[in-house]
Structures are given as structure tokens and as C-alpha cells.
């Protein structure tokens, strides 16, 4: 498994951008993918997740209704849509392999993105 996260960028509250997340790895199996997000001086929190064969999406409150999480099994690739950006959601992004469907909203995963920076300004 091998992450590539790419999408971030500087944009004004309000806008949208998709971050993108490649596993250039081979992988098989009933896996999930999430992104989860860091701000400055704050801890790595959970922002959404997929089972990669559709069955479960789960979204963190604060984002419930403004992103969605979508994933291509065939091109082992997450996306993360974002929409009406808040400057709270400043943070690097990081995408995450898990290799069950299972629990999708801690951080147990087992594998980990380099993260790609969304900064949204007011």
C-alpha cells in the first residue's frame, strides 16, 4: 500500500476543492479508506471514511453535509469533495488505509498518506 494524497490548496470560505488519494500499491480484499485531517496545534482528527466495496460511509459532525467521500475500488482511489469551506477546516489532510471494514472512525488504520494542505481563508 502506497498513498499519494493530492488536491489541496489555498482557497476563500465558501469554495470547494477535491482532494484525491491513490493506493499505487496492489490491493485487494474488503478494505476501507478515510481522510482525516490536522490543524495547527491540534490533534489528528477523523473527517470521513469509506468502505471501498460502498456498503458504509461515515462523515465527522463537522463536516456532515458539506463533503462527501467517495472512492473508485478499480482505480484504488478515494476522493474527499469539499464544499463551503470554513476557515476551520485549515488543516493538512491525510488519507488512511484500513485493511478491514471495521471501526472506520478511529485511528487505527494501518496505513498512512504524506497529507496534502487545504487552507481556506475568511
Known amino acids: 500500500v502506497q498513498l499519494q494524497a493530492s488536491g489541496g490548496g489555498l482557497v476563500q470560505a465558501g469554495a470547494s476543492l477535491k482532494l484525491s488519494c491513490v493506493d499505487s500499491?496492489?490491493?485487494?480484499?474488503?478494505?476501507?479508506m478515510g481522510w482525516f485531517r490536522q490543524a495547527p496545534g491540534k490533534e489528528r482528527e477523523f473527517v470521513a471514511a469509506i468502505g471501498m466495496d460502498g456498503s458504509v460511509t461515515y462523515y465527522s459532525d463537522s463536516v456532515k453535509g458539506r463533503f462527501t467521500i467517495s472512492g473508485d475500488i478499480a482505480e484504488n482511489t478515494v476522493y474527499l469533495q469539499m464544499n463551503s469551506l470554513k476557515p476551520e477546516d485549515t488543516a493538512v489532510y491525510y488519507c488512511?488505509?484500513?485493511?478491514?471494514?471495521?471501526?472506520?472512525?478511529?485511528?487505527?488504520?494501518?496505513?498512512w498518506g504524506q497529507g496534502t494542505l487545504v487552507t481556506v481563508s475568511s
Open positions: 488512511a488505509f484500513k485493511g478491514i471494514n471495521y471501526e472506520l472512525t478511529t485511528m487505527q488504520y494501518d496505513y
Open positions: 500499491g496492489r490491493t485487494y480484499g474488503n478494505y476501507a
